[in-house]
């Protein structure tokens, strides 16, 4: 069965390659070639580069406590990123060891692991290096794909029969505000077309950080397209978002407890399956 999956992943790791020749994995479409050393948006070539891995245990409780990898590089600029250095500059990031990883995920599940969580940055724009690392792990474990879902159509055929959970970042409830704080155009029809195609694939999580005076525009709007089209799927609220020093498009002050409060029980009145 390993070696199936081994020549699977193989498969498509290399279809991904090809992708990276004229890179279209997201929808800023730079058509770079990664494999010749030009670098996207996301601050990367065709090397994948790791710059933590750890035992989590502050995950959502379904995936709790998980094995995190984190990939450098993003295609976001969120301006309240809290690993922005390694998006910044992924380059400082040590290339993957994929046996070494492999050997660490076993570790890891010995040590309590329930969930392998790739994440990042963004894991979608290394997802060669993904299917590389998922060729060499336990098949047997739980795969996470922890994703700020601003990635292609081409990368669903892909993904499918290797992410057990999709852990959903669903940022902004608009595109004036994905835009602002986050450097992304027509993020919120890109980002909830993904979310609707992951639920025919997979369990999924849509998680939510609650931003300080973006109730009515961000949160709000969030839930409700919820409650209209998968008013079944887990939804986890965070309330740990942190200001940035310097400040300029998102909010200066950390979360009140009544406005996330107002959050937690508006998901309620729309009758959504919340988690924590």
């Known amino acids: 069965m390993k070696r199936e999956i081994q020549k699977q992943a193989a498969a498509r790791a290399e279809i991904v390659r090809k992708i990276l020749n004229k890179c279209t994995l ?3 479409q730079c058509k770079v070639n990664r494999t010749m050393g030009e670098k996207g948006y996301c601050g990367l070539d065709d090397t994948v580069r790791c710059f933590r891995e750890m035992l989590h245990w502050f995950e959502e409780s379904t995936i709790n406590p998980s094995h995190q990898i984190y990939f450098a590089g993003c295609n976001l600029k969120c301006e309240f990123c809290t690993v ?5 500059k992924p380059e400082a990031a040590a290339k993957i060891d994929y046996k070494q990883i492999a050997l660490k995920t076993e570790e890891r599940r010995k040590q309590g692991a329930r969930a392998l969580n790739l994440l990042g940055g963004e894991p979608t724009v290394s997802m060669h290096g993904i299917f590389e ?8 474990l739980t795969v ?3 994703s700020n879902m601003y990635f292609s159509e081409a990368l669903f055929a892909l993904l499918d029969g290797f992410i057990d959970v999709y852990l959903a970042d669903f940022k902004c409830g608009n595109n004036t505000c ?3 704080m986050l450097q992304a155009d027509g993020y919120f029809q890109v980002v909830s077309d993904n979310i609707s195609a992951t639920t025919k694939q997979a369990d999924v999580i849509v998680r939510h950080l609650v931003l300080p005076g973006h109730l009515e525009c961000c949160t709000k709007e969030v839930l409700n397209w919820i409650s209209k089209t998968h008013p079944k ?3 986890s609220l965070r309330r740990d ?8 498009a998102v909010p200066d002050e950390y979360l009140g407890e009544p406005e996330y409060n107002k959050a937690v029980n508006y998901a309620r009145n729309l009758g959504l399956n919340l988690i924590e």
């Open 26 to 28: 997201c929808p800023r």
């Open 233 to 235: 799927v887990k939804v």
């Open 241 to 248: 978002y942190v200001p940035p020093v310097r400040p300029t």
């Open 84 to 88: 922005a250095e390694w998006n910044e």
């Open 144 to 146: 996470v794909l922890n």
């Open 133 to 140: 690392l998922l060729g060499e792990v336990n098949p047997d």
């Open 178 to 180: 994905a835009k602002n």
